[in-house]
């Protein structure tokens, strides 16, 4: 259990691993996150699911080498044994036909963004997919975003790949041509903010998944708590998906930024 079965690298610090976890594969919906750790004594990360083969028996998990814990998952090869990996956690996302929806990732929020792409489209939606990094390296999954949406847009900061702009300036240029009916955004949450004050003032229902914050993964630490519609939540339980418009990302952010300068 838990054997590395591929690993590729997307770019030198993000690798997507493909990992034996047959009953993980089986009970996983878009918007599950498992806990992995790394050694007897490892820290707990929780990564959210990019993808399942039910038939061979794994999961899909991106990983972008920040910390010493995710730095120690990356250099694991194939054929290596992550010691525990713990899931489906979380609660998935909800998935109905509701009939355009945007779905917005940037950097590595692109990889959870995927089982939920392919979720709406399966559900008979109209699907634009917007992907958004700093340069061209950095762009994720293109290839299985382009297999799974009616049409992908790339936003980049330099413009050396797709359109030179700003998430936003993706998402509005889809909003001022045609009627959303909902937007999913996944990524940096200063990303999610702007999305999500964006797609408030064309009120279109918009929903983020806020892992990023996520440390414990059961609710024990407390670690994730953040403020939706004026209430405690906690995000690995009660999400990790809420109500973007409800969220106090100022609050998220700052608590974010807690050990910055320790880290």
Request: charged letters at 25%; one cysteine or more.
């Amino acid at each position: 259990m838990n054997k590395i079965i591929s690993k590729e690298h997307f770019s030198e610090k993000v690798v997507k691993l493909v990992v034996e976890a047959p009953l993980i594969a089986k009970a996983r919906k878009a918007g599950h996150f498992v806990i992995v750790r790394v050694g007897e004594k490892g820290e707990r990360i929780p990564l959210t699911i990019a993808s399942a083969d039910v038939a061979k028996g794994t999961i899909t998990l991106v990983v972008q080498a920040v910390g010493r814990s995710s730095q120690k998952l990356c250099a694991l090869k194939e054929g290596d044994y992550i010691t525990d990996v713990v899931g489906p956690l979380g609660q998935a996302t909800h998935i109905e036909k509701v009939g355009t929806v945007i779905c917005c990732g940037g950097g590595v929020g692109v990889a959870p963004l995927l089982p939920i792409v392919e979720a709406f489209k399966k559900a008979g939606n109209k699907v634009i997919t917007v992907l958004a990094a700093r340069t061209k390296e950095l762009i994720i999954l293109e290839e299985q975003m382009r297999a799974n949406s009616d049409e992908v847009v790339i936003m980049t900061d330099d413009g050396s790949y797709g359109k030179k702009g700003l998430i936003t300036n993706g998402v509005e240029e889809i909003i001022n041509r045609e009627k959303v009916d909902l937007c999913v955004t996944i990524g940096p949450a200063i990303m999610m903010k702007f999305v999500s004050l964006l797609t408030k003032k064309y009120d279109i229902p918009t929903v983020a998944s806020l892992n990023t914050i996520m440390v414990d993964g059961t609710g024990m630490c407390g670690a994730c708590r953040i403020t939706v519609g004026g209430k405690t939540k906690f995000v690995c339980v009660d999400g990790p998906e809420f109500d973007a418009h409800q969220v106090d990302f100022d609050e998220m952010m700052m608590r974010l930024s807690s050990y910055k300068g320790i880290e």
